[in-house]
């Protein structure tokens, strides 16, 4: 298909390079040839190697992020402010929802004095706000 005449101008440079590489190859000593093979194993040992220490290091890594993270989501001690705000809101909540009148020796003795109006005010006061 290709005659010498329709070649490209850089296909007949890489025919000819080619040709010079084979001619020289075939010239070179066995020494320089060993050289250069053990060379090229070791170039390519050292690409190959970094991949795989990296892939060694990628279960112990892992499996310390894991611990780590689990660690975090079962252990996070509330900030001070916090703990005791949500100490106050139950206290007050409790308070709130017990049902049975607070006992004399924790309340003010002067509450005990209007008992009458309290009852009255806790009658009226649904009334009114209702209003």
Not at 11 to 17: S, T, V
Not at 76 to 91: C, D, E, I, K, R
Not at 110 to 131: C, E, I, K, V
């Amino acid at each position: 298909m290709n005659s010498p005449d329709n070649r490209r101008p850089d296909e007949h440079l890489e025919q000819r390079a080619r040709k010079l590489w084979r001619e020289a190859a075939q010239r070179i000593d066995p020494a320089t040839a060993g050289r250069l093979r053990a060379a090229r194993r070791q170039a390519l040992e050292t690409t190959k190697a970094p991949a795989h220490r990296a892939v060694r290091w990628l279960i112990p890594v892992g499996a310390f992020a894991a611990i780590a993270l689990a660690t975090m989501m079962v252990w996070q001690p509330l900030p001070q402010h916090q703990a005791t705000t949500v100490m106050h809101a139950t206290s007050s909540t409790d308070e709130l929802d017990n049902e049975l009148p607070p006992d004399a020796d924790k309340t003010d003795p002067n509450l005990y004095q209007n008992l009458d109006f309290y009852g009255w005010l806790a009658s009226t006061g649904s009334h009114t706000a209702s209003r």
